[in-house]
């Protein structure tokens, strides 16, 4: 009896997870080229620091931490990798929601950085949903957010300050991590590669 329950409630949850990740919303494949519309990678530098930061973000873990959060109901919800790369663009950039939607259609980095291969003329959502989706993830799922992208400098800092994400304010909240260390990755990631070209020209002199 004790071993039909352990695989009724297996079969359950394996149910439940088969159903949550038709709730979670996905991106068009990315390395599916179409013949009248150029990916996005074809045409932009590819040493960029917004193209460098985006493969080095674990992307999938962050999915994976933050899926927990979506119902296993409902309508099929705004891709994670989308809404996270938007938020982190926000942060980086200083941005509010509706600026951002404005810069991202018009920015192809913007839109490779949130997961998309082609360029796209329209902004994926309304703005709004940005509100809904802080509230679904909640303080702890951002600590998440910036706790990965400060690691990937090799930095774990404590006990900092980082601005809440708000679209017009900067609240003094305490939080582990702190967003300007964050926009620190970008900077080192445009600069490492324009160092090893110096160290190459000295080399060949």
């Known amino acids: 009896m004790k071993l039909n329950k352990m695989q009724d409630l297996n079969n359950l949850s394996k149910k439940s997870c088969k159903k949550r990740e038709k709730m979670l919303g996905k991106l068009p494949d990315k390395n599916q080229a179409e013949f009248f519309r150029p990916m996005i ?65 018009m920015n192809p980095y913007m839109q490779y950085f949130c997961g998309y291969g082609q360029f796209q003329h329209k902004f994926p959502c309304d703005p709004s949903d940005f509100v809904h989706f802080r509230k679904r993830i909640g303080k702890e799922g951002i600590e998440k957010i910036f706790t990965h992208t400060i690691e990937l400098h090799g930095k774990k800092v404590k006990n900092k300050q980082l601005m809440s994400d708000t679209t017009v304010q900067e609240n003094n909240i305490t939080y582990p991590t702190d967003s300007k260390l964050a926009k620190k990755i970008i900077d080192r990631c445009k600069t490492t590669p324009e160092l090893q070209a110096s160290k190459q020209a000295i080399i060949k002199r």
């Open 41 to 105: 990678i074809d045409f932009i530098d590819k040493q960029h620091e917004l193209v460098l930061l985006a493969q080095k973000i674990d992307w999938a873990h962050i999915e994976k931490e933050l899926s927990v959060k979506y119902s296993d109901r409902g309508q099929p919800a705004i891709a994670i990798r989308f809404m996270v790369g938007s938020l982190l663009l926000k942060h980086y950039y200083n941005l509010g929601d509706e600026t951002l939607a404005k810069q991202w259609v």
